[in-house]
């Protein structure tokens, strides 16, 4: 297989026979061997049955049906597990990401690049996203060591090497992007047009994109832990400055100290710090806690490949 092209889907029945349309149009003269990966996450929709009604007319697609939903980033290790393309393409299925960069992508793929990712001019969604992006952008350099020039786009490219890698990750807290960054620095990035949604709304809102940042903080890096010992360090440290001030004013000055006020604030204040640093350890230990119960990151329901089911029943992942 030259290309593999893996989609999740929910909540996009009708953008999917434009996207199987537009796929096929992008690649076809261009790989003689292609596959359109496409993961139902369980959509309350009616995808599944748009994608499985897709398979008699377009046999490159392998129609994937999970049993529950897991979340994009899952889907998409579902998507992956089942691709034998030499370069795997992963994108949306709103078709904000325009089939007719795929090519593109690959042949940078093939310049001995092993991950190549999309980077937009200008999105075309609402801008408390754009800010998202921008702030996860940012922790992802400083907590995984992103290079300050890569953009880490949805939409990308993987070498068939690095992909086998990144299957081999079985714990139930995936983020593909922190994945692909612990597994090689061979990355660049190519300019690409970020189109208007298809059709529908889209599925992430702001409690979604907090869950993403939080994967990406506590799943790659312990930053988070030691920003919260630094920080008890310090106000340590600036209380027993603030408490030998006072004593000595209190001896030498004949001067009590006043202010109920800020001594309340400074309580609370306190409180928080501490409750934040407890939430963060407690952030890992359930990770841990979770993992250790052999969470699936995924299971499948039902596989099938063209024309054909090629597998069912219960298959995790």
């Known amino acids: 297989m030259d290309l593999s092209i893996v989609v999740p889907v929910y909540n996009s029945a009708e953008c999917l ?17 292609f596959e359109l990966i496409l993961v139902d996450d369980c959509s309350p929709d009616d995808s599944w049955r748009v994608i499985s009604g897709l398979v008699p007319s377009h046999p490159e697609i392998v129609a994937v049906r999970l049993r529950k939903n897991v979340g994009q980033d899952n889907a998409i290790m579902a998507g992956l597990h089942q691709a ?10 709103d078709l904000q990401h325009d089939p007719e960069d795929i090519p593109h992508l ?19 969604q609402a801008w408390w996203k754009n800010l998202g992006s921008w702030f996860t952008d940012r922790v992802a350099t400083v907590l995984l060591r992103k290079p300050r020039d890569i953009y880490l786009s949805p939409f990308k490219a993987i070498g068939r090497d690095v992909v086998r890698e990144l299957v081999k990750y079985d714990g139930p807290f995936t983020y593909v992007d922190g994945l692909i960054l612990t597994v090689t620095s061979n990355l660049t990035q190519i300019e690409a047009q970020h189109q208007s949604r298809f059709a529908g709304e889209s599925n992430y809102n702001l409690i979604r994109s907090i869950r993403v940042w939080l994967k990406l903080a506590t799943s790659f890096s ?13 106000i340590a440290v600036v209380s027993f400055l ?33 409750l934040m640093g407890i939430g963060a350890v407690g952030e890992y230990i359930g990770r841990i806690f979770i993992t250790q119960n052999k969470r699936p990151q995924f299971t499948i329901r039902e596989v099938v490949r063209g024309r054909e089911p090629m597998a069912g029943g219960d298959t995790s992942g």
């Open 222 to 234: 312990l930053v988070p832990l030691r920003i919260a010992t630094v920080t008890g360090m310090i």
């Open 106 to 124: 690959c042949a940078k793929l093939r310049d001995g690049f092993d991950v190549v990712f999309a980077r937009f001019g200008a999105k075309r």
């Open 84 to 93: 034998r393309g030499d370069c795997v393409v992963i994108m949306d299925d």
């Open 242 to 274: 603030m408490a030998t001030y006072f004593v000595i004013e209190a001896l030498f000055l004949a001067r009590a100290p006043e202010g109920w006020p800020s001594l309340i604030v400074a309580v609370f204040f306190l409180g928080g710090i501490q």
């Open 17 to 33: 026979p434009e996207l199987a349309r537009q796929v096929r149009l992008a690649v076809a003269d261009q790989f003689a061997r």
